[in-house]
């Protein structure tokens, strides 16, 4: 999975996505039903656990980068996902358990231009 080559698109996509208003009050129903309109499941507790972890590694800056988280989830994640995949689990994590970490996000949609 090379995730060097993110296109624009993708990476507009998956900031668009994170920016998405949630409409429930459980965050993790909230991100599993999220990942499942993107063909990503597994364990409910362990893609909450994951999301969480990457918020973390991203906050204190073991990921200097979401390219670099992106790579993190590349690892972690069931084999098969794709990196549009990784890349919309990524976004959804940062929306739903650490929106103030956006702005890493947006950097990678705004370095592709």
Known sequence: MRLGNL???AAMT???VALAPSAHADADTDF???LHGYGIYGQRD???WLAKITCRRLGNELDS????SAEFLSHNLPRGTSTAQTWQFL???IGT????LMPMLAAVAESNH
């Open 46 to 48: 362990y893609n909450a």
């Open 7 to 9: 296109s624009v698109a």
């Open 97 to 100: 358990y650490c929106d103030d």
């Open 14 to 16: 998956a900031a668009a």
């Open 91 to 93: 976004a959804a994590a």
């Open 65 to 68: 980068s979401a390219e670099k």
């Open 32 to 34: 599993a039903d999220e």
